[in-house]
């Protein structure tokens, strides 16, 4: 059976994402819990996992009342397990989850936190990356350094390009207006940008994306040395 993948909008422009598959689930990155137990309970569905890509606490902030709810099993980066609410067990990229036969890797992406993860299903080609790759933009270097979160960016960017990017924020809009800064005359992100705009008039999501597409419009993607990168993050801080 394959995969089911909700998205529930939470906070000002957070996603969280429930997972479903042979009747396993999977949380991530519950910033809040109200909506979340609301939509579990709706289903009848039991929870196996929360599932958190770092420690910020829009990501995090519903872990203790959704553990205190449903009997699951909360999992992070091994660097974060102190600070992750709840924690049950820190990963390494060596682990993995299963959610029935959907099997989750772990790929460490530091640099937006120095604890950061990605949750990635290689047979389901989907990827859940938090806040370090944005659809058309990239996080902060918060704890990490420019150098981490480029080389981890270059570890996504080796994904294939048909992988769906599940990305934790709703900046679509703000990033293809950062991009054709860059590139003012390219008429593929005055185009994207229209569509993303008319999306989000009416209320819809512009997550999830194609990889291959944020391979070719992605500046933070395309930049082809750190220096490059550099520049245009610090650029795109003060935008
Ligand atoms: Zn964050
Ligand atoms: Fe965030």
């Known amino acids: 059976m394959s995969l089911q993948i909700y998205q529930i909008p939470a906070l ?18 519950p910033s809040e819990s109200k909506d979340v137990l609301h939509f579990l309970q709706q289903r009848d569905w039991p929870l196996d996992y929360i599932l958190n890509t770092h420690h910020h606490h829009d990501h995090v902030g519903g872990n203790n009342d959704i553990k205190q709810h449903k009997q699951c099993l909360v999992y992070a980066s091994r660097h974060d397990q102190e600070r992750i609410p709840s924690c049950d067990k820190g990963l390494t990229e060596a682990d993995i989850i299963t959610l029935g036969k959907h099997v989750i890797q772990i790929i460490d992406i530091p640099g937006h936190t120095s604890g950061h993860i990605a949750y990635y299903l290689p047979q389901d080609a989907v990827l859940f990356c938090g806040d370090t790759l944005f659809s058309m933009g990239c996080g902060r270097v918060f704890e990490g350094t420019m150098e981490q979160l480029y080389d981890s960016l270059q570890k996504i960017k080796a994904l294939p390009d048909d992988t769906m990017v599940y990305c934790a924020h709703e900046y679509t809009v703000k990033n293809i207006e950062f991009a054709l800064t860059l590139d003012p005359e390219n008429k593929d992100l005055q185009e994207k940008l229209s569509e993303a705009t008319a999306k989000r008039e009416m209320g819809k999501s512009t997550v999830p994306t194609f990889l291959g597409d944020e391979k070719k419009y992605n500046p933070f993607l395309k930049a082809t040395s750190l220096e490059e990168f550099k520049k245009i993050r610090l650029m795109k801080d003060d935008f």
């Open 12 to 29: 000002t422009d957070n996603y969280i994402y429930i997972l479903h598959g042979e009747g396993r689930t999977a949380i991530i990155d």
